[in-house]
Every structure is written in structure tokens, then in C-alpha cells.
């Protein structure tokens, strides 16, 4: 039991969904009323498994009373041999069953079962998923439920706090956020000392309750610690605030959209069209529109965005913390070594200022292929070097390998400095653009969103956000081999009100991880809302 507590508890539970239809056996399948059958001597492995997880989810489907004869059932699922599910799991993946369909008499009746054939005391993974189960129906709970479910709470943080990590803390504060004693939740969080390793899950369950019961301040602070440590903000989140508004006049729908500006967050579509949906419910107009790149004016309302403007004393804060906090912090030693440091900031010393920092590695994957006979890298230096500027290019070693003869040229017209093949050369792009002055661009179509988290506080975030974008450039490939370097964009790419109170919100297309995205990484839409 010791040994589970320490380490975060990895349901391996079976998804309990009826199988297939078709199937490469004619016998007529098991059911729970016959439970003496002999298995087909080739049911075995998965077929087996899917068998074990047909009975029980065809029983909790059909039944239409909560009580069961569980032994019978188990015994049933356990006579299939060689599937997956055994003595072991057999409780979790009955009760993980009765979860999926909704049916909380089914969790509480075999919980009940549990207990009284475990002599009340059944695992502490089996009473997560049950508090886990009851939270998902916790608008269905009586108040003997949650009475039986805050006390269970209190016990397990009471006896196991010394071994709490932050799946138990997310399972306790599940369920204690199902009953009156809710608040408890923000003592569990700060006795359990796993601030670092909080889940999501845990963040939403008190704030949901937060904005159920108004209790608007405490909802929004632990809002933003969720989005420092995990830096999203669900959809469901969104949802409970906006109902919170619904029934509250005193509560704003621009609370979203001031923590979107001031968290420079750009949401997806599917968040997008929620926060749509709910303002025009509310007569507030909203229209998808385009933003110029050359002037930044809405095509819709001719409002001009904020520019992305950095002044000379906001650099040199930004210099200082970046060095502090980026490349000197523990973060980048994690990839990279004390003497690689030591070694690019005495050629950085020697070398600046540059014209241009470019990320090679970046650009070499980011953008594939040829351009005619060379290189895209090659192709995008020459650009830079027939300019007459100067330019660094920094990669990892195996980069040489990638440009073959054309890392010649490259090597005799500009400088470079090439990371070890674990190293991540993000920060080194960053110090070397930083270093040489508030006016060296950098070519990446990196974000950098995970460098911008680790300068703290808001502020300088907002500085880093304007610096990184007023110095990107960026590319564009036509057809007929024409590369085309791309300025800048001027304005700020991030949720803003304009004087006349018109906001100004730009939002992505939801992508698959692995899918394509543009190489510029800039917003795809935008949205503009007359409040």
C-alpha cells in the first residue's frame, strides 16, 4: 500500500465498451446467466478480454435495478480464461463499468457489495475510483452520500497525508468538492506540499465549485495558478463562468477576455466559438475578421491593434531576467552543460553584435525541402549575406551533416555556433539576439511560449511577448522557388480592447498532434466583438 501512495496510481482499466459485432467466431457468446460454459479453446488474449468486457457492460446496460448479484457476475467474467481481466481488477473495471453509463446506484450498490465482502476495507485505488465515480453524478448525490463521502475524505488525507502525492490529491479533492465541506479542498492542496505537480483535474473540480457558489474572487485566483502551472484553460472553465454571469448581473463576460489579454493566450477555435456562442446569447455582436499584417486595422471595424512596442529600458529589464532566469537558471542544464554555456557566451562576447540571429535547426525542419538545387538554409543565409548583414546562424552538429558541401558557403560568410546533438538551442537563439541589442531580429517560427513561462511574472512576460514578436521574421515560399523574408508583424498578437471598447481576439484552428501548421505560427482567425 506504501509503495502506491508514492507514486502516481496509473489506472490500467479496460475501456468497457461493447465489442464488435463481427467476429471471426460463430460460437454463441457468454452471458451472465451462463456462466458454465466452456470457453472455445481459442478465446484467449484479446478476444477473451473483449468477451470479460461485453458481460459486464451488457449487465449494467439492461439492468434496471441496482440490485445485482455481483458474485454471479464475477464469476462469470473471471471463467473466461487468459483475458486481461483477473481477481486483481475485476473490482475497478465493474465499477469503472457503472461510471461510463451514469448509473451511481449501480457504483453505490457494488461499493456497498465491496465492502461487505472485503469486511469494510476495500483498496485505496478502488475508494478513489469510487469518490472519482460520485463526483462524475455529484448533482445526483443525497446528503447521506456526500456525508459518507466527506468523511472518507477527511479519513484518507488524515491517514495518509505523509504519503499524499497528486493523484490521492486529486481523487480527495474530487470528492470533497462534492459536498458542504468543499473549502476543505484548499486546505488539502496546501498541507499535501505538491504544489509543482497539482493536476488539472484538481484545479477544475474547486473552481467549478467556486463559481457554483459565487464565491467569484477564490475562483478566478485559482484560475490563474492553473494556468501558470499547466497554461490552458478548459472549456468547461469558460462554460461555469459564463453561467455564473447568466445568473449574476454583477459578473461580466469580459472577465474572459481580460484573462486572455493579460495572460497573451491564444485559445483555440473550439474555445472561441464557446465565448461566440455565449455573447451573442447576451446581444453582444461578434464577427470573424481579418487583421492587416502591414498597418494591424480590422478589416471589420477599422479599429488599428496595439503596436508591439519595446522601449529601451523594458530591453534591458528583459536582458537581465533572461539571463537570470533562462540561461543561467537550473532550466537550461537540463539539456545543455556549464562549459557549453561558458563556451557560447565567450564567442558571443567576441563575435556580436549581429544583424540577424537564425535558427537553424528550426529552419531546417520547419520549412522541408529544396529550393531549386540548395538548401532552404543555404538559400535563406545567401538572402541575409548579399544584404551585407551580418549573421549568426546556430544549430545543433548534426546540422553539418544536413547541409553537406552548401555548409561551406555558409561557414565562409557568416558565423556560427553549433550546440551538442542533446542540447536545446532555443535559449542560445534567444541570449545571442538579446545580447546583440534591441534591434537584432531572430528566424524561427518557434513561439517560445515555454521560455516566456520561465521569466515569472506578468510583466515581463508581456515584454518578452512584444520583443519576440516585433524581431521575428518569418518566411514565405512561392511558387517558382521565390523565398520571400517576412518583417515582422507590427501589431500585438493577443486579446485586446481597443479605446472605443471593441475588443480584438485572435484564436487557432484546432490541430491533431503531428498535423501541419503554418510555418509563421501566427493566429488564424481573429475575432472582433463590440461589447
Known amino acids: 500500500m506504501c509503495s502506491l501512495l508514492r507514486k502516481p496510481l496509473h489506472w490500467n482499466l479496460p475501456k ?26 481459442k478465446m484467449k488474449g484479446r478476444f477473451a478480454s473483449e468477451e470479460q468486457k461485453r458481460i459486464i457492460t451488457e449487465l449494467v446496460i439492461k439492468s434496471s435495478s441496482s440490485i445485482i448479484d455481483w458474485d454471479a457476475l464475477k464469476s462469470s467474467v473471471l471463467s473466461i480464461n487468459r483475458g486481461y481481466i483477473n481477481e486483481k481488477n475485476i473490482n475497478g473495471c465493474i465499477l469503472e463499468a457503472c461510471t461510463q453509463q451514469k448509473r451511481l446506484d449501480l457504483v453505490k450498490s457494488f461499493m456497498k457489495y465491496v465492502k461487505e465482502s472485503s469486511h469494510g476495507k476495500p483498496n485505496i485505488a478502488l475508494e478513489l475510483l469510487y469518490i472519482r465515480s460520485c463526483y462524475k453524478s455529484r448533482n445526483e448525490l443525497t446528503d447521506n452520500d456526500q456525508y459518507e463521502i466527506q468523511t472518507n475524505c477527511q479519513s484518507l488525507f488524515k491517514n495518509n497525508l505523509h504519503l499524499l502525492n497528486s493523484v490521492l490529491l486529486e481523487g480527495l479533492v474530487m470528492g ?50 492553473m494556468f501558470n502551472l499547466h497554461r490552458t484553460i478548459p472549456l468547461e472553465i469558460v462554460a461555469a463562468w459564463f453561467n455564473v454571469c447568466e445568473k449574476n448581473v454583477n459578473c461580466s463576460h469580459r472577465r474572459v477576455l481580460e484573462f486572455l489579454r493579460d495572460n497573451e ?144 558557403f555558409i561557414k565562409k560568410n557568416a558565423h556560427i555556433f553549433f550546440t551538442n546533438d ?72 493577443a486579446t485586446q480592447e481597443s479605446a472605443n471598447g471593441t475588443w480584438h481576439m485572435p484564436y487557432q484552428e484546432f490541430k491533431e498532434p503531428g498535423s501541419w501548421s503554418k510555418p509563421d505560427s501566427s493566429p488564424d482567425k481573429w475575432m472582433c466583438i463590440q461589447m
Request: glycine content about 4%; aromatic content about 8%; charged content about 25%.
Open 16 to 41: 468497457l465498451v461493447c465489442p464488435r459485432h463481427t467476429s471471426i467466431y460463430t460460437q454463441r457468446l457468454l452471458s451472465v446467466v451462463t456462466p458454465d460454459i466452456i470457453v472455445p479453446r
Open 265 to 408: 493566450y491564444i485559445i483555440r477555435d473550439n474555445l472561441a466559438e464557446l465565448i461566440r456562442s455565449k455573447l451573442n446569447q447576451s446581444g453582444i455582436k461578434t464577427t470573424t475578421t481579418m487583421i492587416y499584417h502591414n498597418n494591424g486595422k480590422c478589416k471589420n471595424c477599422n479599429q488599428v491593434l496595439e503596436h508591439a512596442e519595446v522601449t529601451n529600458s523594458d530591453f534591458k529589464i528583459l536582458q537581465e531576467r533572461f539571463l537570470s532566469n533562462v540561461m543561467i537558471g537550473k532550466n537550461i542544464f537540463n539539456n545543455s552543460s556549464p562549459q557549453e554555456l561558458n563556451d557560447f557566451k565567450d564567442f558571443i562576447e567576441i563575435t556580436a553584435p549581429y544583424d540577424v540571429v537564425v535558427d537553424g535547426l528550426n529552419l531546417a525542419y520547419a520549412y522541408r525541402g529544396k529550393i531549386g538545387d540548395h538548401s532552404l538554409t543555404k538559400v535563406v543565409m545567401k538572402n541575409f549575406i548579399e544584404k551585407k548583414l551580418k549573421v549568426l546562424l546556430i544549430g545543433r552538429k548534426h546540422l553539418v551533416k544536413m547541409l553537406g558541401k552548401e555548409f561551406d
Open 422 to 493: 542533446l542540447s536545446k538551442d532555443d535559449p542560445f537563439v534567444l541570449y545571442a539576439a538579446m545580447y546583440s541589442g534591441v534591434d537584432t531580429k531572430i528566424l524561427t517560427r518557434d513561439l517560445m511560449r515555454g521560455h516566456k513561462f520561465l521569466l515569472g511574472d506578468a510583466i515581463i512576460k508581456s515584454i518578452f511577448q512584444k520583443w519576440l514578436q516585433k524581431h521575428r521574421l518569418g518566411l514565405r515560399l512561392r511558387a517558382g522557388n521565390e523565398v520571400i523574408i517576412k518583417e515582422p508583424i507590427t501589431y500585438l498578437q
Open 176 to 225: 470533497i468538492c462534492c459536498t458542504p465541506l468543499w473549502r476543505d479542498s484548499l486546505k488539502f492542496i496546501k498541507e499535501s506540499k505538491v504544489e509543482d505537480t497539482i493536476t488539472l483535474n484538481t484545479f477544475v473540480s474547486v473552481i467549478l465549485r467556486a463559481f457554483e457558489e459565487e464565491e467569484i474572487d477564490l475562483g478566478w485566483t485559482t484560475v490563474q495558478n
